[in-house]
């Protein structure tokens, strides 16, 4: 029986038919007890509302309507004729059902078919006609079997249900033990992996350390230089091992907080590649990145960086004297944004492709741990993107493509500082998340108002309820409508004889490098030139100037 | 024997490698050639078989006809092809598990094991210098 978790009355009379006999027959009973049964549910009433075990499960009136509704049900089937014993069976069912539901231990259905019994048979021994005493012992009798004949379909019915529960429960927690098995075993698995991979380079280390204190290399300085450069590679190696195992780790645990917002996804692309071309030189790699619009992505700024990191360094790594190009797009799946860094290098070996992002899956001879990629994945996914590999094998080079969300443009904060402050600056750049930054700085550190549009149009509607003593404008600013005002420099320049700013001073900010418009600069009809990052590095100087300029 | 004592060292870390190299080059005086790549030591050792050979068992980028191996496996392969004329073998291990040796030393046909790091190098050195013929 337990093996159906929907069980029949077909299927509990089978199962319990070996045990059960024939159906009883109460036909000559049921003219005297039937009319008694009104009488016989009062007083089984009484039983159960002086029973305080009973009572708990029978305290509302729909509770008690229940009882009642079940308790006349069960007195028709009871002497019902033998051929309806389906319905019986049906009865048991659901009464076992409502029982289990409702947390009624299976003693108290038992205790309360007993008192049935008990009922019944005083009301037998009662209203049996007073000429036929003989017949009341066969009568008895009759009673007695109906009752055990219920008793052992109501047991089979609680067993075989319990029995299902329990299967059900038990069949959760092994699948659920299963995957703990799996998970621990790969715990192990990375703990057997991690602990080699960090003894290795440490016995190694040691071992050196023992031969350069014995004085192996006494004679041969150049031995021992070579020997205390080795050493140190591998102590710097075993240092990132272990910052990108303490990474996982906080990882795993959920410990690490995304700063998301919005920022250009190709200006930070091109920013992490600048820092990559001192090595890319070293390298004879040549590092190309596709030119394009803006394309605003939500993601933490930092991670953004590390997972582009992460993957050009491997690009670098594989690709020795090759190229590496690196494109941005949108993706087919809309509201995402695809960062695809493709290499002409070694490639990869097709076996090595499904596990490249778990740990310790490493192209490099020798061991290199290889966490990089998995805590890439990890942090991608972490922003609500995807990162996946292509190779067409050894050879072929690679390509790995990771998205992230589209960002929602943060906004531009239009007036910061104390609205009676004896100074106003304009700040015109439509990186939101820099202008909010900068003019609060200013803001804060000078004591000035700072008016912040996106867009050289902006500015000249700006200008004609504000004229502030000092404009800063952004070289790259988006193409204005109607081909006025391209840029930061077309900006000044049409300002240089707009009414109310050709006196004032102009400076030109940028957040890029601006080796190949150098002529443009010195042509320009600014007054200043300051670049984001000489801001960043040298604040005191910058506020200086700026003083003295409203000064 | 005539000149120098001839080691071929078979390990995995680039750093393990040089150190066991100079330990056996500078202090023990023996020449060595180091192999990072089980299949290369197979072709060298078909040319010129060593007084000595010293093998990682932990190499888990290895292969060997394809066939991904450690060093108790290259021992077995090398002690079929070469029979009487293989060279005493020093199995290496990083991952040194008490009751392990035994195991290994009859699995792999090795002549002795030694647990990495290397904790007295003087006496490492006596073990296998008394592995070679007098």
């Given amino acids: 029986l337990s093996r ?103 003693e108290l259905t038992m205790l309360g078919h007993l008192r049935l019994r008990r009922l019944m048979l005083r009301e037998l021994f009662d209203f049996w006609p007073s000429g036929d005493r003989l ?38 927690l092994n699948s659920l033990n299963d995957r703990l098995a799996q998970s621990l075993k790969a715990q192990e698995s990375l703990l057997r992996t991690t602990s080699h991979e960090l003894r290795t380079p440490l016995a190694g280390l040691v071992g050196m350390l023992k031969l350069l204190r014995r004085g192996t290399y006494q004679n041969n300085p150049e031995s021992q230089l070579s020997a205390l450069d080795d050493s140190l590679a591998a102590a710097n190696h075993l240092l990132t091992l272990t910052d990108d195992l303490l990474h996982l780790a906080r990882l795993d645990l959920g410990r690490d907080r995304f700063d998301l917002q919005g920022f250009d996804a190709r200006v930070a692309t ?5 820092r990559f071309e001192p090595r890319a030189i070293e ?34 790594r594989h690709a020795p004297h090759g190229l590496i190009e690196v494109s941005l797009g949108t993706t087919a799946q809309a509201g995402h944004i695809l960062t695809r860094i493709h ?24 061991g290199s741990l290889g966490l990089g990629l998995t805590i890439c994945r990890r942090l991608v996914l972490a922003m609500g993107g995807r990162i996946r590999v292509h190779s067409n094998g050894p050879g072929q080079g690679a390509s790995f493509e990771f998205t992230l969300p589209v960002g929602d443009a943060p906004c531009l904060i239009p007036r910061v500082g104390p609205t009676d402050a004896p100074h106003s600056i304009l700040v015109v750049d439509y990186d ?11 803001a804060e550190s000078l004591g000035v108002q700072i008016f912040c549009v996106p867009s050289g149009l902006e500015a000249l509607e700006s200008l004609k309820t504000h004229v502030p003593q000092l404009i800063m404008a952004e070289v790259a600013l988006p193409a204005a409508h109607e ?25 030109l900010i940028s957040g890029h490098d601006l080796d190949f418009m150098q002529d443009d600069l010195v042509r320009g009809s600014h007054d200043q030139y300051w670049g984001k990052d000489q801001i960043l590095v040298d604040r005191d100087r910058f506020l200086q100037a700026v003083q003295k300029c409203l000064a | 024997m005539s000149g120098l004592t001839l080691a071929y060292l078979l390990e995995d870390n680039a750093l393990i490698r040089r150190y066991l190299c100079d330990l056996l080059e500078h202090v023990a005086g023996y020449k060595v050639l180091a192999f990072e790549c089980p299949q290369a030591l197979l072709d060298r050792c078909r040319e010129q078989r060593p007084d000595l050979m010293l093998l990682d068992i932990g190499l888990p980028n290895a292969k060997l006809d394809g066939q991904p191996v450690d060093g ?63």
């Fill in chain 1, 4 to 106: 159906f978790t929907v069980f029949h009355a077909r299927d509990l009379l089978r199962a319990a038919e070996p045990f059960l006999g024939p159906p009883p027959d109460l036909n000559e009973l049921r003219d005297i007890l039937v009319p008694r049964a009104p009488e016989i549910v009062e007083q089984f009433y009484a039983t159960i509302v002086s029973s305080p075990d009973a009572v708990v499960f029978i305290q509302t009136p729909q509770q008690l309507a229940n009882l009642h509704r079940s308790l006349e049900a069960w007195v028709q089937t009871f002497f019902s004729a033998p051929a309806l014993v389906q319905k019986r069976a049906e009865l048991a069912l659901r009464m076992t059902r409502t029982h289990l539901e409702i947390g009624m231990p299976l």
């Fill in chain 1, 343 to 366: 290499d002409n290098g070694e490639g990869i070996d097709p076996e090595l492709l499904p596990k490249l992002f778990q740990p310790m899956t490493s192209t490099d001879r020798g």
């Fill in chain 1, 283 to 316: 390298m004879g790699v040549h590092l190309h990145l596709e030119e394009g619009p803006p394309l605003l992505v939500q993601a933490d700024r930092d991670r953004h960086a590390q997972v582009l990191s992460n993957l050009i360094q491997n690009a670098i």
């Fill in chain 1, 432 to 442: 939101a998340n820099w202008s909010n930054k900068f003019s609060s700085w200013l």
């Fill in chain 1, 135 to 172: 017949g009341l012992g066969g009568a008895a009798e009759k009673l007695n079997h109906a009752f055990d004949y219920d008793l052992l379909l109501l047991t089979t019915c609680y067993h075989g249900m319990a029995v299902a529960r329990l299967e059900a429960n038990s069949s959760h």
């Fill in chain 2, 72 to 134: 108790i496996l290259v021992c077995k392969r090398m002690k079929q092809e070469f029979g009487s004329s293989m060279p005493p073998v020093v199995i290496l291990t990083a991952h040194a598990l008490a009751g392990e040796e035994q195991h290994i030393l009859s699995e792999s046909c090795a002549d002795l094991y030694e647990a990495k790091p290397i904790l007295d190098e003087d006496a490492f050195l006596a073990r296998l210098a008394g592995l070679l013929p007098r």
């Fill in chain 1, 483 to 507: 081909g006025r005002i391209g840029d930061g420099l077309a900006l000044l320049e049409e300002l240089s004889h707009h009414p109310s700013a050709m006196l004032l001073p102009k400076w």
């Fill in chain 1, 270 to 274: 091109r920013e992490v590649l600048r």
